[in-house]
């Protein structure tokens, strides 16, 4: 990848970075849901995913069927939804979230934000995954 290429990449996560701070006393589930753009939850091992099905269920978030976040093995990567459903991803979300900053392109262009759960949950000031 040519060097202005890296330095426009990395000028956007930074933007990202700066339009997702949320202070660590209001750090929820709720509060990702709230940010402008569609955020993808990574959650690196078993410990991580655990916490992020334990405290998705505290705040009542569920599969878009309506199964509870208990009853399905969780995966590295999930969706979060506004409308607080969960959901997984698949192999083009999964190539998403490693190659892509937006969904669509021009005016119809929607961020993808990418968090990772455990710096999230131990209040770290910079949760943006970066592949």
Same mark, same amino acid.
């Given at each position: 990848?040519?060097?202005?290429?890296?330095?426009?990449?990395?000028?956007?996560?930074?933007?990202?970075?700066?339009?997702?701070?949320?202070?660590?006393?209001?750090?929820?589930? %709720?509060?990702?849901?709230?940010?402008?753009?569609?955020?993808?939850?990574?959650?690196?091992?078993?410990?991580?995913?655990?916490?992020?099905?334990?405290?998705?269920?505290?705040?009542?978030? &569920?599969?878009?069927?309506?199964?509870?976040?208990?009853?399905?093995?969780?995966?590295?990567?999930?969706?979060?939804?506004?409308?607080? %459903?969960?959901?997984?991803?698949?192999?083009?979300?999964?190539?998403?979230? &490693?190659?892509?900053?937006?969904?669509?392109?021009?005016?119809?262009?929607?961020?993808?934000?990418?968090?990772?759960?455990?710096?999230?949950?131990?209040?770290?000031?910079?949760?943006?995954? &970066?592949?």
């Amino acid at each position: 990848m040519s060097k202005v290429k890296n330095v426009n990449r990395e000028l956007k996560r930074s933007m990202q970075a700066k339009q997702c701070r949320i202070p660590r006393e209001n750090r929820t589930l %709720t509060a990702l849901t709230k940010l402008n753009g569609r955020v993808y939850i990574y959650c690196g091992d078993r410990k991580t995913q655990q916490q992020f099905i334990e405290d998705a269920e505290n705040e009542y978030f &569920h599969y878009g069927d309506g199964v509870s976040l208990q009853e399905r093995m969780p995966d590295s990567i999930m969706a979060l939804n506004k409308d607080k %459903t969960v959901n997984f991803i698949g192999f083009a979300g999964t190539m998403a979230f &490693h190659y892509a900053d937006h969904f669509n392109t021009g005016k119809d262009s929607i961020p993808l934000i990418k968090v990772d759960y455990r710096k999230y949950a131990a209040g770290c000031q910079d949760f943006i995954y &970066h592949p």
